[in-house]
């Protein structure tokens, strides 16, 4: 149930915002409805834009970050997320497999899972993590920096799932089967 303004397309959202969804129009061939929504505050749009571009140039590899997103999704119940997610990692060309494992903080990749059932944890307890869990993404070889990033896309993850689940954002993506709320 959308409960919340969605422009239609890009220029019925606020004049400030267009640029912004033309941007995501030309890199990725359309205004997904989570960006035309969140387009009603035009602030926030560019927070969002800006944090996603920002971190798509950090240490972490692209897989790894889907991965993340995948099992926040899952925690936070966001379907939206979870489907957009899903087709994101589809053309990353991880298997049904892995895209599965990741959806509860799982891979098949020994380093990727420390870093997908540690940002899994995050979400899950609301940051309430030990010493020994840093501890244990640290020596699965990860970085300070990549640390950081971990925790950044928990953050930027569960933004987009909130604003997907406040406001009943339709889904634009194919949907899936969700892993499930975590306990």
């Known amino acids: 149930m959308l409960n919340i303004n969605l422009p ?6 606020p004049q400030a915002a267009q640029p912004l969804l033309q941007a995501v129009e030309k890199k990725i061939g359309f205004a997904p409805n989570l960006y035309r929504l969140i387009s009603n505050s035009p602030a926030a749009l560019e927070g969002t834009l800006s944090l996603t571009e920002a971190l798509g140039k950090g240490a972490l590899d692209a897989k790894t970050r889907e991965g993340i997103a995948l099992a926040v999704a899952n925690v936070n119940g966001c379907n939206y997320c979870n489907a957009a997610h ?23 990749d020994p380093k990727a899972e420390a870093a997908v059932a540690f ?38 993850n569960t933004l987009t799932n909130y604003v997907n689940e406040v406001f009943g954002t339709p889904i634009d993506f194919p949907e899936v089967e969700p892993a499930g709320r975590a306990a």
Not at 8 to 13: E, G, L, R, T
Not at 86 to 106: H, P, Q, S, V, Y
Not at 123 to 147: C, M, N, P, Y
Request: overall charge neutral; charged content about 25%.
């Open 8 to 13: 239609k397309d890009v220029n019925s959202a």
């Open 86 to 108: 899903t087709a994101i990692a589809g053309m990353l060309k991880l298997d049904a497999n892995e895209i599965a494992a990741n959806r509860k903080g799982r891979s098949s």
């Open 119 to 156: 940002a899994r944890k995050v979400a899950i307890s609301r940051a309430d993590v030990t010493s020994s869990d840093v501890q244990a993404v640290r020596d699965a070889g990860f970085s300070d920096a990549e640390l950081v990033e971990i925790v950044a896309h928990v953050a930027l």
